[in-house]
């Protein structure tokens, strides 16, 4: 049903040099209500890059100077060049059927999931962390229950690279700003702390190793390695479970007021067709989580019975006024 309040992208894809670099469609309802979809190329932007473009636009929408309060910041090429070609990442549209599910995690339930996945080496998870720990071990759970051979299992996490560079950039940085670290696990029992902080690792390794890096000429080359890199880890399915969890929290989506006060419900459409792939956003209140989840239709039919994802997560629940 999303995809009836998103702009018709497909139907201008078929002659890609008039890609355009954002669509918006307004939807309006006869109770009055009214449903904005944006769509935002990956080209100029990530999760970070609509955000700040929604909120600058519903601000300066309802000033008098008609000036946005905190407008995007554009100096981010000086820093990192942009390039026009680049080696193309093998992250393509599942040939196979695939099913998406959303769930809700509310902020109790968050919070026994951070008691249970606390330890010695992470006191304190974050939302996120016991959040993708918590997917991640229920599909690993899925993956081994299907084969032969205990897979390694790896997971990608997309990581905003605006504040983890030397010097920083600004938080309203306009760009494609995001990249990816990468963790692994061959334990034997998959235990919940265990994976938390494999995440804690991969995010402190991935600010001491790319903080310098990922500026001027020498992040083109960083890039392009990294791509070639996870291309392989694509190509080794057979070999290996892969899961991909992008985290859109933390971004202030719920803020935008066009003057109509802010939105009831704020989720995704358009991404929910690569297999293996979450992604996570806040709940209205802030203190919760949406998790959209895309598996193949044999994997979801597993996934979406594991004892553990139900304890503390909701599956489709009725959004609230």
């Not at 670290?181 to 919940?192: A, R």
């Not at 989840?293 to 909701?314: P, R």
């Amino acid at each position: 049903m999303l995809y009836h309040f998103l702009p018709k992208v497909a139907e201008l894809m078929d002659q890609p040099s008039l890609e355009p670099l954002v669509l918006v469609q307004a939807s309006f309802f006869e109770c009055g209500g009214l449903a904005i979809g944006v769509c935002v190329s990956h080209k100029v932007g990530e999760a970070a890059t609509p955000s700040m473009f929604i909120n600058s636009w519903a601000s300066a929408a309802i000033a008098p100077s008609g000036e946005a309060v905190l407008p995007p910041e554009f100096s981010t090429a000086s820093r990192i060049p942009p390039r026009h070609t680049l080696p193309p990442l093998a992250m393509s549209l599942a040939n196979e059927t695939t099913v998406s599910r959303w769930y809700v995690f509310d902020a109790p339930k968050i919070d026994a999931l951070k008691a249970k996945a606390a330890s010695a080496n992470v006191l304190q998870p974050t939302r996120v962390e016991a959040v993708s720990s918590l997917i991640w071990k229920c599909a690993i759970t899925v993956s081994r229950s299907k084969s032969k051979f205990q897979l390694p299992s790896r997971l990608t996490q997309a990581v905003n690279i605006r504040e983890r560079l030397t010097p920083p950039l600004t938080k309203n940085a306009f760009g494609n700003l995001v990249w990816f670290s990468w963790q692994e696990t061959t334990d034997n029992e998959i235990q919940l702390h265990r994976l938390v902080t494999e995440l804690r690792k991969g995010k402190e390794a991935f600010s001491e190793d790319y903080a310098t890096k990922l500026s001027g000429d020498e992040a083109f080359s960083v890039v392009s390695q990294d791509i070639k890199h996870l291309n392989s880890l694509l190509a080794s399915e057979g070999n290996t479970h892969h899961i991909i969890i992008s985290s859109w929290c933390r971004y202030p989506l719920y803020e935008a007021d066009f003057g109509l006060g802010k939105p009831t419900w704020v989720t995704m459409g358009n991404n929910l067709m690569f297999k293996n792939s979450v992604f996570l956003m806040d709940t209205r209140d802030g203190s919760g989580i949406e998790a959209w989840i895309t598996l193949s239709e044999e994997d979801m039919a597993l996934f979406e019975q594991d004892k553990d994802l139900l304890e503390f997560a909701s599956s489709n629940p009725t959004v609230q006024d």
